[in-house]
């Protein structure tokens, strides 16, 4: 009763002014559809013909004051809601059940779509650039069941009917999917990649795209005499497969089929046939198989890779596919780097000592006959303190006649006595008394850097003459008085001195150093006794041994205490108190050796720390020469200096910084 009373008011209302201005609050609850039906009519001058089937109650809620037009709108949405539709058949409007709308004559092809409007519409659409039929399947779900889209291939044309407002949204939805294809060809040239490789890894990835996507399959090509790659197909799958390229064709890090590698570090000399090596394990690695890999053109470039070194540059030149390349240039990263040193000091300390003592008599009679021979009646003769005093008689002689000759070699102290005469028993005596004392004190602190896993050899040492042998020619006749004899003695030189060969091994996980460690230290003996040669005394130690990094290790030590006693006697009467030293020669000797030798090893990581023990020595040298440059108060040469170091201040370093000078 509330929405016939609503409905009798507006139409009330519409018929006492119908100025075109006006403005109606419509409100319905529960009213009829035909009774809004007739109040639309009131208000718009419309005429309806309604369909016996369209029944229904109607609620409509309005706050806002509309025109007769938007009211028509309002009742068309009402109608859409209720599922009936509104045909206009010239001044008439038909109002029938949306069930009929394919078949009844609607506002067919109008020059402009309402997006708000409910009416019903059939619109034909010209698609230009798609395929109209492609686009059915995917348009037809926002499509009522009321509506219809049919596509006609040979003119490539969409058919839509419906009401305005979803028409206008499926020709909005149209125009955007139809856009222009862009089907040209771009030229892509490559600066590092190879086109015939690029172009069979695009086509692996993209073979299924035509079957997979519709429209036109993108098509590359490659151009092996300009090394480019050609892309047909719409802009946007072109603009991938670019990024593509781009991707591909980027340099790298192990470079082409060609690269040379400059080292830093490393020797490319030794590097190269290791490398080789490395290679001929990659290629001989290749597997087989019945897919015939090994004789595939991959494996056989792996095999026929190559590597070169250049001893001017200290460079490799590697010729390799790219696979082999990035294998190549990680190994030799791994190598040419930058290796710790070692800084190795070694102290040897040597002290010897030798004693000897030497006593004894010599004597001897004889009886000199009147033909001047000579008959011995007995003696006894021994060496004494190397002396090889072999004829006690001569030397008596000879101290008689005031010669000097037989007595210049004699050594220590000498007494003699006897009795010479051209008739009768002669004798002769000499007590011979010695001892010596021979010590040597030897401190050498050699000290040598080397870099790691790298032999270092430190030699200090003098050329010491050795004669190996003597010999004399005689020149013209044997029976002639002139010939003339010709010495000659042979010299072999030998190095006497320290000689320090290290190999140090840093431990990468800690920091220890495993040394291969061979010193040799040779000097020239001081002897207590005469001898005919130089004798030597000679220390090696060759061996391995685990340091820590300034740590100190004692590689071996001698120590020796040897006494020798000898004594030389006659039989019985040697034994007699006081008169037996007339019969025998006693010699005793006592040698002593200590020598100990001690090694440090030190790391040196960075240049700082080897800039800082390389100014250290310098500093040390530097007051060893002003030490050494004292002036003396009655000068020989005024005014002349002794040439010194110049003072080490700071000590540079690689990085450019400046590390203070070591404190003393």
């Not at 109002?95 to 019903?120: C, K, N, Y």
């Not at 856009?179 to 190879?194: T, W």
């Not at 069979?200 to 005499?225: C, H, I, P, W, Y």
């Not at 095999?303 to 250049?310: I, Y």
Request: aromatic share 4%; no cysteine.
């Amino acid at each position: 009763m509330l929405g016939t009373l609503m409905l009798l008011l507006v139409s009330a209302a519409v018929r006492g002014s119908e100025t075109p201005g006006q403005y109606i609050t419509p409100n319905f609850k529960d009213a009829d559809l035909t009774q809004v039906a007739e109040a639309v009519s009131v208000a718009t001058g419309k005429n309806f013909i309604v369909d016996p089937r369209v029944r229904g109650q109607v609620t409509m809620l309005s706050s806002t004051p509309m025109n007769p037009a938007a009211f028509y709108e309002a009742f068309l949405a009402i109608l859409q809601v209720h599922g009936f539709i509104a045909v206009p058949a010239g001044n008439i409007i038909k109002v029938l059940p949306d069930a009929d709308a394919r078949q009844i004559p609607s506002l067919d092809l109008p020059g402009r779509v309402s997006a708000t409007s409910d009416e019903i519409v059939t619109q034909v659409i010209d698609v230009k650039n798609v395929s109209a039929a492609q686009l059915v399947p995917i348009l037809r779900p926002m499509i009522p069941q009321y509506g219809h889209l049919a596509a006609y291939p040979a003119s490539n044309i969409l058919i839509i009917s419906d009401r305005a407002s979803n028409v206008n949204r499926m020709i909005r939805i149209i125009r955007r999917v139809d856009q222009v294809g862009d089907q040209d060809v771009e030229i892509v040239p490559l600066q590092n990649a190879s086109s015939t490789d690029t172009v069979r890894v695009l086509n692996s990835l993209f073979q299924q795209a035509a079957a997979t996507e519709g429209g036109v399959a993108v098509k590359v090509v490659a151009d092996e005499r300009s090394n480019s790659v050609l892309i047909s197909g719409d802009q946007s799958r072109r603009l991938r497969i670019r990024a593509l390229v781009a991707h591909l064709d980027t340099p790298l890090q192990a470079g082409g089929d060609t690269q040379v590698r400059y080292l830093h570090y490393a020797d490319a000399d030794k590097v190269a046939p290791k490398l080789k090596e490395y290679i001929s394990g990659i290629a001989q690695g290749t597997p087989g198989g019945a897919g015939g890999a090994q004789g595939s053109p991959q494996a056989q470039a792996e095999k026929n890779a190559v590597v070169l070194s250049d001893k001017a540059t200290n460079s490799l030149i590697i010729m390799a596919p790219p696979k082999i390349m990035r294998a190549i240039t990680e190994v030799v990263d791994k190598l040419d780097i930058r290796r710790a040193q070692v800084l190795v000091e070694a102290v040897i300390v040597e002290v010897n000592a030798d004693k000897t003592s030497d006593l004894g008599v010599n004597w001897a009679a004889w009886s000199n006959g009147s033909n001047g021979t000579q008959i011995p009646a007995g003696g006894f003769i021994e060496p004494i303190g190397g002396s090889s005093l072999t004829d006690v008689a001569s030397t008596v002689q000879s101290i008689a006649n005031g010669s000097t000759s037989s007595t210049s070699s004699l050594t220590g102290t000498t007494l003699a006595l006897g009795k010479i005469s051209a008739n009768g028993i002669n004798f002769g005596a000499m007590l011979r008394a010695i001892s010596g004392d021979a010590s040597t004190n030897v401190v050498a602190t050699p000290s040598a850097i080397t870099m790691d896993n790298q032999e270092a050899e430190l030699k200090v040492a003098q050329e010491v003459p050795f004669i190996t042998g003597q010999y004399a020619t005689t020149s013209g006749s044997t029976t002639s008085t002139s010939s003339t004899v010709s010495p000659f003695t042979t010299v072999q030189r030998q190095e006497v001195g320290t000689i320090l060969k290290v190999t140090p091994q840093i431990a990468t996980e800690s920091d220890s150093v495993i040394l291969k460690i061979s010193i040799e230290s040779s000097s020239v003996a001081a002897t207590s006794v005469s001898a005919v040669d130089i004798t030597t005394n000679k220390r090696t130690v060759s061996t391995s041994v685990l340091i820590e990094d300034g740590g100190i290790v004692v590689l071996g030590g001698l120590i020796s205490d040897s006494v020798t006693k000898s004594e030389q006697r006659v039989p019985f009467l040697g034994s007699l108190p006081l008169i037996g030293l007339l019969f025998k020669t006693r010699d005793y000797s006592r040698t002593k050796n200590n020598l100990m030798i001690f090694i440090r090893p030190k790391i040196l990581h960075t240049a700082e720390q080897t800039a800082i023990e390389t100014g250290a020595k310098y500093n040390y040298m530097l007051d060893e020469q002003r030490r050494a440059d004292k002036r003396d108060a009655t000068p020989l040469l005024p005014g002349e200096k002794q040439p010194t170091l110049p003072p080490l201040t700071e000590i540079p370093v690689p990085d450019g910084s400046v590390v203070p000078e070591p404190s003393k």
